[in-house]
T-cell receptor, first 113, second 110 residues
Framework: AQKVTQAQTEISVVEKEDVTLDCVYE???????LFWYKQPPSGELVFLIR????DEQNEISGRYSWNFQKSTSSFNFTITASQVVDSAVYFC??????????WGAGTKLIIKP | NAGVTQTPKFRILKIGQSMTLQCTQD?????MYWYRQDPGMGLKLIYY???????DKGEVPNGYNVSRSTTEDFPLRLELAAPSQTSVYFC?????????FGPGTRLTVL
């Protein structure tokens, strides 16, 4: 069975702090894709990043970075120098069979000015 | 490109009424999906389609029906609305990897 866990229900930090969002994906599949989506208070779902299971290189894009470790099934997402506009719910969503996404419960990130 | 569009944006239904949520994409994506999102939760897959004429059930299909007569359109039908169907409904499409979402329909059943 496939299972995705976002253990952090809510995180609150002060602006400019760094913050890491955790995601653990348990699966017997040897190859898979993982996605992160952002849902700001306005409600839309915004695609952030896609990673595949055979690429464990960390990736940095501006203030965002991603750390994928297949050995621990963790796919973590870090925001450096957080800003108030980063406040949103962040979802980790591995892709299962038939291109379906398996959604975590989400982590609500609150950035205080 | 307009991407994925959904109508209506908001709707209030009475118990037992029926309605169709419309979804259209202009990216020529083969895959389309319907999700529901309950307050404070992640998304749950209702139905999906891998191409015109082909649909299949997701995690929570009961109370819903879909059709896919064209590549562009993937309407979701609620036949006998129940309070448990109060939710935000998202339509999405994809070519093979990342899914692109519509703005959502907020449905309340009273």
């Amino acid at each position: 069975a496939q299972k995705v866990t976002q253990a952090q229900t809510e995180i609150s930090v002060v602006e400019k702090e760094d913050v890491t969002l955790d995601c653990v994906y348990e699966t017997r599949d040897t190859t898979y894709y993982l996605f992160w989506y952002k849902q700001p208070p306005s409600g839309e779902l915004v695609f952030l990043i896609r990673r595949n299971s055979f690429d464990e290189q960390n990736e940095i894009s501006g203030r965002y970075s991603w750390n994928f470790q297949k050995s621990t099934s963790s796919f973590n997402f870090t925001i450096t120098a957080s800003q108030v506009v980063d406040s949103a719910v962040y979802f980790c969503a591995p892709r299962g069979s038939n291109y379906q996404l398996i959604w975590g419960a989400g982590t609500k990130l609150i950035i205080k000015p | 490109n307009a991407g994925v569009t959904q109508t209506p944006k908001f709707r209030i239904l009475k118990i037992g009424q029926s309605m169709t949520l419309q979804c259209t994409q202009d990216m020529n994506h083969n895959y389309m999906y319907w999700y529901r999102q309950d307050p404070g939760m992640g998304l749950k897959l209702i139905y999906y389609s891998v191409g015109a004429g082909i649909t299949d059930k997701g995690e929570v299909p009961n109370g819903y029906n879909v059709s896919r007569s064209t590549t562009e359109d993937f309407p979701l039908r609620l036949e006998l609305a129940a309070p448990s169907q109060t939710s935000v409904y998202f339509c999405a499409s994809s070519y093979s990897n990342e899914q692109f979402f519509g703005p959502g329909t907020r449905l309340t059943v009273l």
